[in-house]
């Protein structure tokens, strides 16, 4: 059962959930990227993990902070709650306790962010499905095979047909009919193809099935090595891939992942505050030139 009405989210940051029932998509790598892309452009973010059993999220930004302490470097992170697991007996006991810890979390950051970014399990669980309840943007990630494609869609083995809606689909549209009802919000539910191997006969069945449930899909990112490289190091592709960053030198596939990255969030057309993004531009300027040599023009100048 769905909530009867989402629960508020003081102070309004927009709500970005990551969300897809296939463990394994990239959600919480995906989820990770786009708290970092809005920090850099000068967001205040916040980020919750729901995942109380893999608390991938927590995890990945707890290695940031040590990977920023070891290679002396500032490195942006997000403002993190992560929601324990209840462990009582009783479901609803658990609901009720997780629920609280939920509302605590949002409370405690929405204030003081603008955008705020719900990692979720791969499970069906009442929180997962809260979340979904009050997203502005839904990110679905998912793999180039039509057997992930089943949480969305099922499809004719030999036309490639959608025949029937999937479980998570389902799920995602009694979410928006429940949202439309509370409060006429469009969540823009956007499908990313992630670990991608380009499949045409995937992208016209998503592109059969998003006229179908009413979302837009996306080229994400490619299979490479250097996204499961960066969960231990805490870091992305959207960082800057220097020695001092790194601590190696960027090789093409680490550049190919940040031009892929940067695109995807590009196209996802977020509701970014310019003023802040402004102010962002300036101050990476301000420290790119605190660091150089001063230029002749500089010392002559009046
Ligand atoms: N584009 C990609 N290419 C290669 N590996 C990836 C890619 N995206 C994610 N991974 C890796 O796949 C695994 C699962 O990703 P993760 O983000 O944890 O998925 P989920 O949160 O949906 O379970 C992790 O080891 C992650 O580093
Ligand atoms: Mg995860």
Redesign the pocket.
């Given at each position: 059962m769905l909530h009867a009405a989402p629960i508020a989210v003081p102070g309004s940051p927009h709500v970005i959930v990551?969300g897809?029932e296939?463990?394994?998509?990239?959600?919480?790598?995906?989820?990770?990227h786009v708290a970092v892309a809005l920090l850099q452009q000068g967001q205040r973010v916040g980020t919750i993990d729901l995942?109380s059993n893999?608390k991938?999220?927590t995890r990945y930004i707890e290695n940031r902070r040590i990977w920023a302490n070891y290679r002396r470097i500032e490195l942006a992170a997000p403002l993190h709650r992560d929601i324990p697991r209840a462990e009582g007996k009783r479901l609803e006991d658990n609901e009720a306790e997780e629920l609280a810890a939920f509302e605590a979390a949002i409370a405690s950051v929405s204030e003081s962010v603008d955008f705020l970014v719900i990692?979720t399990p791969?499970t069906d669980t009442y929180l997962m499905r809260l979340a979904h309840l009050i997203a502005d943007t839904l990110l679905t990630?998912l793999t180039d095979s039509f057997l992930d494609f089943g949480t969305l869609g099922a499809i004719d083995p030999i036309t490639c047909e959608i025949t029937a809606m999937g479980h998570y689909g389902a799920m995602v549209c009694e979410a928006r009919r429940h949202r439309r009802q509370f409060d006429r919000s469009q969540i823009d539910w956007v499908v990313i193809r992630?670990?991608?191997s380009l499949s045409r006969l995937v992208e016209r069945s998503l592109g059969q099935l998003g006229g179908r449930l009413g979302f837009r899909h996306l080229e994400?990112?490619?299979?490479?090595?250097?996204?499961?490289q960066?969960?231990t190091s805490g870091l992305t592709a959207l960082d800057p891939l220097d020695q001092a960053t790194l601590g190696d030198r960027a090789n093409r596939s680490h550049q190919a992942?940040q031009q892929e990255t940067r695109d995807l969030i590009e196209l996802l057309r977020l509701p970014i505050n310019d003023r802040a993004r402004r102010r962002a531009a300036a101050r990476a300027e301000w420290f790119a030139s605190a660091n150089a040599p001063l230029a002749a023009d500089d010392v002559l100048a009046d």
């Open positions: 990551v897809n296939k463990g394994g998509s990239g959600k919480t790598t995906i989820a990770m995942d893999q991938g999220l990692d791969s990630p992630n670990r991608s994400g990112c490619a299979e490479r090595v250097v996204y499961r960066f969960f992942a």
